[in-house]
Structures are given as structure tokens and as C-alpha cells.
């Protein structure tokens, strides 16, 4: 049951895994092309500490590692998830000889795939809080999977901080708005192939209804914030 329900996930997104194991030696660059970036994580970061005063935080998605300094600098146990092999790779690089990274519990293999999670977790107890900056959750076709699968692993009344794009900002894909509105009925996400240097990803685009309909059996929504081209989304996991 475990291979099945990865193979589900990796058909869907092992492209975007492939993408941006394609691209980890210039994703940080990529991200510092843009200053606004650097407000918008600051943002997460504020958010992040105002909610969650201590605890095991899931950094899912978590890239190169860039936010694992102000994580461990306030005193969060880390446990490190992404999927991408060089991304993963990188933030270990930057962190290996630093004393931060007694603080951090790097998945590798299997666990880093959340599509099996309500078979097997991926570890033996359950987080605080989790974070997933920087539209990972864009990258992820079955959001429905995706929730589940995260209230397995976070504690009742645990805070879920999402950066996740805004499909009403201009920055985003310009769709014409008939095309918006059948993403409303319908209930599918808006997607977008997105291509650097001939490598190529797929982004789903999910409206507000999407999001909610999704986390709803398993997370309360509590809070949403437009940041630029982004929204901050503030979830707890509910009793059930």
C-alpha cells in the first residue's frame, strides 16, 4: 500500500521534484533576483514566531535550507522534509559544519514523500507546528492528499503557516477571468508549466475555495494575508 500511494504522488509531481533538482545550484540566486522576496520571507518569519513560542517544527518543503537559521536561532527543533535531492543536498552543505544543525533532523528516502504518511509516518512522533514557505504547496497536484497527510503528523491545536500563491495578483498567471471562474465551479486548480533554462515544472494555482475545501476536515483556516504575489495562511489542526 505504501509504493502505491507514493507512486501516486510521484506520477503527479515527480516532474517538479526533477525541476528543481535541475535548478538547485541556481535556485538561491533565483530567489534573490527579486528583493521583494526577502520582505515576503521576513513576513513568514514574523508570523511564524508570533504563533509557534517553541516546540518540533516540520519545515516541509524546505528548499536549500533558507529558513532553518531563524528557526533554530529561535530555538525550534527542526525536522528538514524536501523532496528534491539537490535542494536537500545544498542545505546540508550550508549547514554541516555550523553547531544549528544539531537542532535539525534531515529526511531522506521514502519519508520525504508525504503521499505514504498515513500508512507509514515518517516519524515517530508528532510536531508542534509546521511550515511550508514559498508556494511549495503549489507544486503539489493533490492538495486533499496533501492536508490529510499532514494532520497526521501534527499535534491537535498545532499551527500550519502556508505561503501559497495569490491567483488574483497580477504577477500570477493572467488568466482571463472566465478561465477564473470555471476554476470556481469546477474545483480544479488554474496550472501553469513554468520553464528555467529548459527544465520545466507544473504550478496548480488553487483559488480560496479550493484551499478551504480541502483543509476543512482536517485544519481550521484562521487567518489569510495577501503578500504581494503570495498569500500567508494560518491553519490549526483540529481536534478529530
Given at each position: 500500500?505504501?509504493?502505491?500511494?507514493?507512486?501516486?504522488?510521484?506520477?503527479?509531481?515527480?516532474?517538479?521534484?526533477?525541476?528543481?533538482?535541475?535548478?538547485?545550484?541556481?535556485?538561491?540566486?533565483?530567489?534573490?533576483?527579486?528583493?521583494?522576496?526577502?520582505?515576503?520571507?521576513?513576513?513568514?518569519?514574523?508570523?511564524?514566531?508570533?504563533?509557534?513560542?517553541?516546540?518540533?517544527?516540520?519545515?516541509?518543503?524546505?528548499?536549500?535550507?533558507?529558513?532553518?537559521?531563524?528557526?533554530?536561532?529561535?530555538?525550534?527543533?527542526?525536522?528538514?522534509?524536501?523532496?528534491?535531492?539537490?535542494?536537500?543536498?545544498?542545505?546540508?552543505?550550508?549547514?554541516?559544519?555550523?553547531?544549528?544543525?544539531?537542532?535539525?533532523?534531515?529526511?531522506?528516502?521514502?519519508?520525504?514523500?508525504?503521499?505514504?504518511?498515513?500508512?507509514?509516518?515518517?516519524?515517530?512522533?508528532?510536531?508542534?507546528?509546521?511550515?511550508?514557505?514559498?508556494?511549495?504547496?503549489?507544486?503539489?497536484e493533490n492538495l486533499d492528499l496533501l492536508f490529510k497527510n499532514l494532520a497526521q503528523i501534527i499535534k491537535p491545536r498545532g499551527h500550519l503557516v502556508a505561503l501559497m500563491l495569490n491567483p488574483l495578483h497580477k504577477k500570477?498567471?493572467?488568466?482571463?477571468?472566465?478561465?477564473?471562474?470555471?476554476?470556481?465551479?469546477?474545483?480544479?486548480?488554474?496550472?501553469?508549466?513554468?520553464?528555467?533554462?529548459?527544465?520545466?515544472?507544473?504550478?496548480?494555482?488553487?483559488?480560496?475555495?479550493?484551499?478551504?475545501?480541502?483543509?476543512?476536515?482536517?485544519?481550521?483556516?484562521?487567518?489569510?494575508?495577501?503578500?504581494?504575489?503570495?498569500?500567508?495562511?494560518?491553519?490549526?489542526?483540529?481536534?478529530?
Amino acid at each position: 500500500m505504501l509504493l502505491a500511494a507514493i507512486k501516486e504522488r510521484s506520477e503527479a509531481d515527480g516532474k517538479n521534484i526533477a525541476f528543481y533538482n535541475e535548478i538547485a545550484e541556481d535556485y538561491d540566486a533565483i530567489l534573490d533576483e527579486d528583493r521583494s522576496n526577502e520582505a515576503v520571507r521576513k513576513k513568514v518569519r514574523e508570523k511564524f514566531t508570533g504563533l509557534v513560542k517553541n516546540g518540533l517544527v516540520l519545515d516541509f518543503g524546505a528548499g536549500t535550507g533558507r529558513d532553518l537559521e531563524w528557526l533554530v536561532s529561535n530555538q525550534y527543533d527542526v525536522i528538514f522534509c524536501e523532496p528534491s535531492e539537490g535542494m536537500r543536498q545544498k542545505a546540508i552543505d550550508r549547514y554541516k559544519n555550523r553547531e544549528l544543525i544539531n537542532r535539525v533532523t534531515f529526511l531522506e528516502n521514502k519519508t520525504v514523500d508525504f503521499a505514504g504518511w498515513h500508512i507509514e509516518p515518517p516519524f515517530s512522533v508528532k510536531v508542534d507546528a509546521i511550515l511550508s514557505d514559498f508556494a511549495v504547496f503549489n507544486c503539489i497536484e493533490n492538495l486533499d492528499l496533501l492536508f490529510k497527510n499532514l494532520a497526521q503528523i501534527i499535534k491537535p491545536r498545532g499551527h500550519l503557516v502556508a505561503l501559497m500563491l495569490n491567483p488574483l495578483h497580477k504577477k500570477n498567471p493572467r488568466w482571463k477571468l472566465w478561465e477564473y471562474v470555471r476554476s470556481l465551479i469546477s474545483d480544479k486548480a488554474l496550472t501553469k508549466n513554468v520553464a528555467y533554462k529548459g527544465h520545466q515544472q507544473t504550478v496548480y494555482v488553487y483559488s480560496r475555495r479550493n484551499i478551504k475545501k480541502a483543509s476543512a476536515p482536517y485544519f481550521d483556516m484562521c487567518s489569510i494575508e495577501p503578500l504581494s504575489e503570495f498569500i500567508l495562511i494560518h491553519f490549526i489542526k483540529n481536534e478529530q
